[in-house]
């Protein structure tokens, strides 16, 4: 999937570098909107083995400030669903337990955009940036032979998480605005449990959104 990120980024700056100088300069606050879509979670680290993505949603709303035609800064805020499913073997019980781990944020990403000139009816962007999330809930569930339990992990969980994201973009005239489409990367770089000492995990994610640009 990173592969799939890279070679998007690397053909919107073929196909911008063409009309790379014919779009009009912008400054100021060129742009806000919304944004909804799928996240793809799971844990990394060297602690963090056989687990497999939970999928969830993640949306919120951003602005964008121009500092000129080519170069931007776009503040974000919003929710999104992370963690990761297991499988655990109970050797005493010889049940094979699904564990889902259920970590929800509020996350505050501040992206430095290049915005390429595209076509009429097309202009691709891409960004990074560095991105703080606050903990909004933490559980685990488990499920076994029909039965579901689910306990609330939040005090073994660190309050805050610290990340970059690196993703790209594409913007496409729709009436008065703009429909919005991105695909990021969010590389978590704290580790996820409170513990002295903690276990090295730490969140990822690959997002799918689309928005509307005012």
């Given at each position: 999937?990173?592969?799939?990120?890279?070679?998007?980024?690397?053909?919107?700056?073929?196909?911008?570098?063409?009309?790379?100088?014919?779009?009009?300069?912008?400054?100021?606050?060129?742009?806000?909107?919304?944004?909804?879509?799928?996240?793809?979670?799971?844990?990394?680290?060297?602690?963090a083995?056989?687990?497999?993505?939970?999928?969830?949603?993640?949306?919120?709303?951003?602005?964008?400030?121009?500092?000129?035609?080519?170069?931007?800064?776009?503040?974000?805020?919003?929710?999104?669903?992370?963690?990761?499913k297991?499988?655990?073997?109970?050797?005493?019980?010889?049940?094979?337990?699904?564990?889902?781990?259920?970590?929800?944020?509020?996350?505050?990403?501040?992206?430095?955009?290049?915005?390429?000139?595209?076509?009429?009816s097309?202009?691709?962007?891409?960004y990074?940036?560095?991105?703080?999330?606050?903990?909004?809930?933490?559980?685990?569930?488990?499920?076994?032979?029909?039965?579901?339990?689910?306990?609330?992990?939040?005090?073994?969980?660190?309050s805050?998480?610290?990340?970059?994201?690196?993703?790209?973009?594409?913007?496409?005239?729709?009436?008065?605005?703009?429909?919005?489409?991105?695909?990021?990367?969010?590389?978590?770089?704290?580790?996820?449990?409170?513990?002295?000492?903690?276990?090295?995990?730490?969140?990822?994610?690959?997002?799918?959104?689309?928005?509307?640009?005012?």
């Amino acid at each position: 999937m990173k592969k799939v990120i890279v070679t998007a980024i690397l053909f919107s700056l073929l196909f911008g570098a063409v009309n790379l100088f014919a779009q009009e300069p912008t400054t100021g606050l060129t742009g806000k909107g919304v944004k909804l879509g799928l996240n793809l979670a799971k844990f990394t680290g060297s602690d963090a083995k056989d687990v497999k993505m939970r999928t969830g949603l993640a949306f919120g709303g951003f602005i964008t400030y121009s500092i000129n035609d080519l170069f931007a800064i776009q503040p974000e805020v919003y929710y999104a669903m992370k963690g990761a499913k297991e499988k655990y073997f109970d050797e005493p019980s010889g049940l094979t337990i699904d564990v889902t781990e259920k970590l929800d944020y509020i996350e505050i990403p501040v992206l430095f955009r290049v915005q390429l000139a595209g076509g009429t009816s097309f202009k691709p962007n891409f960004y990074a940036g560095p991105e703080l999330g606050i903990l909004l809930s933490a559980k685990v569930k488990g499920e076994a032979s029909g039965v579901s339990v689910e306990t609330d992990i939040k005090d073994n969980t660190k309050s805050t998480d610290f990340g970059l994201i690196g993703g790209v973009g594409a913007e496409f005239p729709m009436g008065n605005g703009k429909l919005l489409f991105d695909i990021r990367y969010d590389a978590g770089l704290a580790k996820v449990i409170d513990a002295s000492p903690a276990p090295k995990i730490n969140n990822s994610a690959i997002t799918f959104l689309v928005g509307y640009g005012f």
